[in-house]
């Protein structure tokens, strides 16, 4: 579908320079964060803090998606699935290169044990298999006296690994996640959060209606100030080049007072970024300059 379509928004799937750019970088920083990632167990007491280290583990595949998704943003991919994927093997090259790089630290911190660089623990899978599983005979570390090996070790292990794959690949799109681009000039709109504040009908079943391919719903709704409730949130999505793309996103916010006097938000993002054609965007935009109304279910 073009982009100015009316209908939900879904990327087109293009690559633009991410089918060279993610890739390479995701290589650079995955390899990098695994070193970061090494040298921290290695040098640092974290692993001996379950809770510590388990933070740890969180960050550092945390910062691999998220740098291969910044890369896909920065390279204009309109692609979650190309994203992922390179996500996925980021997150295994992270995995590996975070065993080569422990490895190399751990014995390189027991003086003379070891005269070969890190690129060539590196460049040698098996010899870092073996010695991983030397490593899981003996142990490495203590924790409240006891030295986990073995099976228990593998466990912690295995777990350690599909933590740093997993969430890896699950961030690897979330640059882009809640992104809309103009096909058209080729970059990504500018998103306007709050763009409009709308009082939301009486009945939410409504809401099911309240969608840009049917904008009479949504224009028959007042403005209404900042502390009316409940309304409905408009986050609009515009190409500031050709202001020809544009797409919308609504939430229903309400503030309730609960028993006890306190003030409660309740925010619910409705589904799907609606694509705008240039003349609902008109539509939207005379809404916006008409002035609120106050009403009767303002909160105090
Ligand atoms: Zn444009």
């Not at 719903?217 to 500031?240: F, G, K, M, Y």
């Not at 589904?271 to 009767?296: K, V, Y």
Request: net charge negative; with cysteine.
């Amino acid at each position: 579908m073009t982009a100015s379509a009316p209908g939900v928004y879904t990327h087109s799937g293009k690559l633009g320079f991410g089918l060279v750019v993610v890739p390479i970088g995701a290589l650079v920083s995955s390899l990098g964060l695994s070193i970061v990632y090494a040298y921290i167990d290695v040098y640092t007491p974290i692993v001996a803090h379950v809770t510590l280290f388990f933070i740890v583990v969180f960050v550092f595949p945390c910062a691999v998606g998220w740098s291969v998704s910044i890369l896909g943003y920065v390279a204009r991919c309109r692609s979650s699935g190309f994203l992922h994927l390179v996500g996925f093997l980021a997150g295994l090259l992270a995995l590996y290169g975070s065993w080569a790089a422990f490895e190399y630290a751990l014995l390189s911190s027991d003086s003379g044990r070891l005269d070969v660089s890190l690129l060539t623990v590196l460049l040698s899978p098996g010899a870092v298999w073996e010695v991983a599983k030397a490593i899981n005979q003996e142990g490495w570390y203590s924790i409240a006296e006891m030295t986990p090996k073995g099976a228990v070790l593998w466990v912690v292990w295995a777990i350690e690994a599909v933590i740093i794959v997993g969430l890896s690949t699950l961030l690897a799109g979330i640059a882009i996640d809640r992104k809309v681009f103009c096909e058209e000039c080729t970059r990504w709109c500018t998103i306007t959060t709050d763009a409009l504040l709308l009082g939301a009908p009486e009945d939410t079943s409504q809401l099911a209606d309240l969608r840009p391919d049917n904008l009479d719903a949504l224009l028959s709704l007042d403005t209404v100030p900042e502390s009316h409730s409940p309304q409905i949130r408009l986050d609009t999505w515009q190409c500031t080049k050709c202001n020809n793309t544009g797409a919308v996103q609504a939430k229903l916010w309400a503030v309730t007072i609960d028993g006890e006097g306190e003030r409660q938000y309740q925010s619910e993002t409705l589904p799907n970024i609606w694509s705008l054609t240039p003349a609902a965007m008109a539509q939207l935009h005379a809404l916006a300059a008409r002035s609120p109304i106050g009403g009767s279910e303002e909160v105090p």
